[in-house]
């Protein structure tokens, strides 16, 4: 595993971890989406460079889904956008499956960059919740 990719999975776990554990349900259940899909990924993931990775894309594609519905339940801003950036890597996926002229690192760069999206939309997502929570107390 390189480095980068440690530290991506490092930030995940905490980001998601603090979701699942002080978040409202709709940054749980986002937390939760993410890192299943997340380790999932780890799991599935081939390393031929030359072929598409299909059980990474039905990973993405699930948790896609599973996004559009967390933001149709929820009507929550931060869940819309997580699910729009969601849906750039899924069509980053059929892209290098279209166009071979789009290499697998520029697949590998588009998922790293908006995942770090999706992420600050989830720690958002949670700071608000709290938020909301807190001032509904008061």
Not at 32 to 40: D, E, K, N, V
């Amino acid at each position: 595993m390189q480095l980068h990719t440690l530290i991506s999975l490092i930030l995940a776990i905490l980001v998601c971890g603090l979701a699942m554990w002080r978040g409202d349900q709709p940054a749980r259940w986002n937390g939760a989406t993410l890192l299943a899909s997340w380790l999932g990924s780890i799991l599935v993931h081939d390393r031929d460079p030359y072929n598409a990775d299909y059980a990474l894309l039905a990973i993405d594609i699930t948790t896609l889904v599973i996004f559009a519905w967390i933001s149709t339940r929820s009507r929550l801003l931060w869940t819309i956008v997580a699910t729009a950036f969601m849906a750039i890597i899924v069509g980053s996926h059929i892209a290098v499956m279209i166009d071979f002229r789009v290499t697998f690192n520029t697949l590998k760069a588009g998922m790293a960059i908006w995942s770090y999206g999706i992420l600050a939309c989830i720690a958002f997502g949670t700071w608000a919740g709290r938020h909301r929570r807190d001032h509904a107390r008061s």
